[in-house]
């Protein structure tokens, strides 16, 4: 499943794009998307997954944009390529079709958010496609301390689900190891296919996570689905642009 991101700054950092008109399952009777489209905060950077070589291209170039001086700034600049290349080496080990990094800074200080895009996909022969309402109950039982709601987006019926954990790798990641995250995945079915698209939006700002995924919840709104010869073509950004 390939994904296509607008370069256009019609929409503002986490605003839905224009998905009023749109029918969350398409026609009835159409094919299954090939992709979809889903808008980020242009102060967001995208990292394809899915090619080990437009992957590492991305990260090189997320490294030259923070540090552009390699010279002086050769010790921050290892350190960033180090763990980017941990980041979306496990996210790709994990299924991941792309990962998305904020850059955003308030009052000078950076907003750690990111966004991983994953599918899951039924085993041959069997098929993921239950109601929204009998996946969330399931969720529920899987994570009991965490929020667990079904909500309509323009993509379909999605189960958004919020909670908050310990990370592994906080050291690894520079945070300290008590330190809380708040994790918020949107399961969305994908259309005729018996497979979810998971939306996993994270952060370690407890303090400001409430304004967070309210932009993160716009995000997941945006997402559209994408059949063959849709729509134009769109840019993206990241090692792409």
């Known amino acids: ?10 929409t503002g950092a986490g605003t839905p794009g224009a998905t009023d008109a ?3 399952d398409g026609p009835e009777g159409s094919p299954p998307p ?11 950077y995208r990292i394809p997954l899915e090619s080990e070589e437009r992957r590492e291209r991305s990260v090189r170039a997320l490294v030259d944009r923070t540090h552009p001086n390699r010279d002086e700034a ?24 792309e990962l998305h990094l ?44 965490a929020e667990v709601t079904v909500v309509a987006l323009p993509a379909g019926e999605s189960v958004r689900v919020r909670r908050e954990e310990l990370p592994k790798d906080a050291e690894e990641l520079g945070y300290p190891a008590d330190r809380t995250t ?23 700002l407890i303090e400001l996570a409430d304004p967070l995924l309210e932009m993160c919840d716009a995000i997941a709104a945006s997402l559209l689905w994408r059949r063959d010869g ?10 792409d642009e």
């Open 74 to 97: 050769a010790g921050p600049r290892r350190e960033l390529r180090d763990l980017l290349d941990h980041l979306t080496t496990r996210a790709a080990a994990g299924g991941g079709l």
């Open 34 to 44: 090939t992709g979809y489209r889903l808008i980020t905060p242009a102060e967001w």
């Open 182 to 204: 708040v994790v918020l995945t949107h399961y969305l079915p994908v259309p005729g296919t018996g497979a979810h698209l998971l939306l996993t939006f994270s952060t370690p």
């Open 22 to 24: 749109v029918e969350p």
């Open 102 to 145: 904020s850059t955003q800074t308030l009052l000078g200080v950076p907003l750690p958010v990111s966004l991983l895009v994953t599918v899951e996909s039924p085993d041959p022969g069997e098929s993921l496609e239950i109601s929204a309402e009998l996946l969330a109950r399931g969720l529920r039982r899987r994570h009991p301390e």
């Open 230 to 239: 849709d729509g134009e073509a769109m840019g993206k950004r990241g090692a």
């Open 1 to 10: 499943m390939t994904s296509a991101h607008p370069t256009g700054g019609e």
